[in-house]
């Protein structure tokens, strides 16, 4: 089959995160882009939620498991560790609570991956800072009393709650503002300065039994391990 | 197992006669022998992967598309169903049964008992969503169908599409469960039994044995439909077809003529509703879906299930205004598949049309109907 070439440069680098035969949980999956790309270049089974009604329809009537919900209210349902990987793009500064999303992600999936605009960019410091208003952004194209994105973080944010959650970070990627790539990790002076968005690989690092919390106060039967 | 088919000219449909084949109900009760009236349309594909099976509501028959010679009018899902609609018969063998218990041809009330030259009436036995599934199962191996591509149906059809997929999931591929719930709930039972109520009071229904004078319980039936319609539409549908507007009239009479065009519709709905149903076949079926109920054992079922059911793809339909059963109800099969890592799809549609949504014009209901079925018969033909 033919390759697809992304739509979105994230979309290409989450792929490369992601092993073949792969069962994988896209939150956010719009008409259903990236289950497409990844069953095609990674032979994935794909499962997605979607909040917007017409593009669930697109979604489902292009054949893709897709359910028309609220992933803030509806990824209760989802069994512990029943996906490989757990993908939320571009999602989390748009979350009512995104740690608890980030919670329920590892929960699900062995793996989660998030991308995220980053708040620490220069060019939105600069606006800031120059400005004294709200940055407005090709990433962050919302005016502040009309935008989705309601919880705004940096990649130095990120990482201190990945840190508190006792998430591993397996593999990051940054790109900068003209799609150039780096790894996050290996750039420790100016990453949150230059990093325009960011791709995190994560999953837990305990090797213990771990408690997780749900909205069903279940707990996780299995010790989640860290590959 | 032998069946013996013959065509129904003057019902313009198919009939599949089981003999002595000892249908064991879920009652308990037998029916030693009976028989499917039923419809196909389209042509079944060389390596029979092409067959979807329909399943009708409440008061639906086999005739889903074409001219349904009982009313004189277009069949039930005609906009749905046939050349280049959204279940495609160019490409689908698409098949629909008369259910067990219907009075369109197949074996219930109104029907004549086995040997005998007296209908069954009242004497009919109990029937439930699970034993229609198993005379269509019957049915579909009888046309040499091992694997059906699909189940769809809305409503109570929805209950025979999710009644499949739990008896049966070895024989198909998907469904397509519309406007449906686990169970029949508490508000559902009652309006069933108000409607059951007004046949069983009206004195011709004399206890389901009106045929014998040649009578037919019509106000009774035809209160019970008055009131079941009235669930099938949504507030704002109604206000926005009828409003107060006055029937044939400038001025209310001060009396209990149909003033209302709402009154006058629902005594229309009454009337011709009467000219082709059976009383004692709604009283019958109006149970059969009181007594679905899966809310406990769904779960398990599909998680236990001794035939293999993994590859099973559902995809869940309702809509925003249809209150009798409800968005929450059909989450709540999304979330049991969900949980157990079902391949399920659901989409709630916006309207205001009310549960009969799934008959009327819906173009994201047509969509994705035709896209499911399209897609992912590419992907079983791959």
Not at chain 1, 65 to 94: C, K, P, R, W
Not at chain 1, 196 to 208: C, D, M, R, T, V
Not at chain 2, 75 to 82: A, C, L, P, T
């Amino acid at each position: 089959m033919n390759k697809i070439n992304s739509i979105r440069k994230d979309w290409s680098l989450i792929e490369t995160l992601i092993a073949q035969d792969r069962k994988i949980l896209d939150i956010g999956c719009g008409d259903g882009g990236l289950m497409e790309q990844l069953e095609n270049n990674r032979n994935a089974m794909t499962h997605g939620i979607e909040l917007n009604r017409d593009l669930a329809a697109n979604a489902i009537a292009r054949g893709f498991n897709v359910v028309h919900g609220d992933a803030e209210l509806d990824l209760s349902q989802y069994s512990n560790n029943s996906f490989d990987y757990v993908i939320l793009s571009q999602t989390l500064q748009a979350m009512m609570k995104p740690k608890d999303i980030l919670s329920e992600l590892l929960r699900i999936g062995s793996k989660a991956i998030v991308s995220f605009p980053n708040f620490g960019h220069w060019k939105i410091r600069l606006q800031l800072l120059i400005s004294g208003k709200m940055p407005v952004t090709e990433s962050l194209p919302y005016t502040w009393y009309d935008t989705p994105n309601i919880h705004f973080f940096t990649i130095k944010d990120f990482l201190n709650l990945c840190n508190e959650m006792n998430i591993v970070i397996e593999k990051s990627i940054g790109l900068t503002s003209k799609g150039k790539q780096f790894d996050i990790s290996e750039s420790v002076t100016g990453v949150n300065f230059f990093t325009h968005e960011a791709i995190f690989l994560l999953s837990y690092k305990n090797f213990e039994p771990i408690k997780i919390k749900s909205s069903k106060k279940v707990f996780a039967k299995n010790s989640v391990i860290a590959n | 197992m032998k069946t013996k088919f013959t065509t129904d000219t003057k019902l313009a449909s198919e009939i599949a006669y089981f003999e002595n084949i000892n249908l064991k109900l879920e009652s308990g009760d037998i029916i030693d022998s009976f028989k499917l009236a039923f419809k196909t349309y389209g042509k079944l594909n060389a390596d029979k992967t092409n067959a979807i099976l329909v399943c009708h509501a409440l008061t639906g028959d086999q005739y889903v598309a074409g001219n349904n010679p009982i009313t004189g009018r277009e069949g039930w899902w005609s906009r749905m169903v046939g050349p280049n609609k959204p279940i495609d018969t160019n490409k689908f063998f698409v098949i629909c049964s008369n259910v067990l218990g219907g009075c369109a041809g197949s074996t219930g009330p109104k029907e004549l008992q086995n040997g005998s030259d007296v209908a069954y009436g009242g004497n009919f036995p109990s029937i439930t969503i699970k034993d229609m599934v198993k005379a269509q199962s019957l049915l579909i191996e009888s046309l040499n169908i091992e694997k059906l591509f699909s189940v769809i149906g809305g409503s109570m059809g929805a209950m025979q599409a999710l009644q499949w997929a739990i008896d049966f999931p070895d024989k198909i591929l998907n469904i397509i469960h519309i406007a449906g719930a686990l169970k029949h709930s508490a508000q559902n039972i009652a309006f069933h039994e108000v409607g059951r109520q007004a046949i069983m009071s009206d004195p011709i229904w004399k206890n389901g044995k009106y045929f014998e004078n040649n009578e037919v319980p019509e106000r009774g039936l035809s209160v019970a439909r008055m009131i079941a319609h009235i669930t099938y539409l949504s507030e704002n549908a109604m206000h926005r077809k009828f409003g107060r507007k006055l029937q044939s009239r400038d001025i209310i009479s001060f009396g209990f003529d149909a003033d209302f065009q709402v009154e006058s519709y629902l005594r229309y709905q009454g009337k011709s509703f009467v000219e082709r149903f059976d009383a004692n076949s709604y009283l019958y079926l109006t149970r059969a879906m009181d007594y679905f109920d899966h809310d406990e054992t769904f779960r398990k079922n599909i998680e236990f299930s001794h035939n293999p059911n993994n590859h099973l793809k559902y995809l869940i339909v309702s809509f925003t205004s249809d209150w009798l059963f409800p968005t929450i109800e059909s989450k709540m099969i999304v979330n049991q598949l969900n949980s157990l890592s079902r391949e399920v799809s659901f989409l709630e549609i916006d309207t205001d049309k009310g549960h009969d949504s799934f008959l009327l014009e819906e173009p994201q209901l047509d969509d994705v109907i035709k896209g499911f079925l399209t897609n992912n018969f590419v992907k079983i033909d791959e």
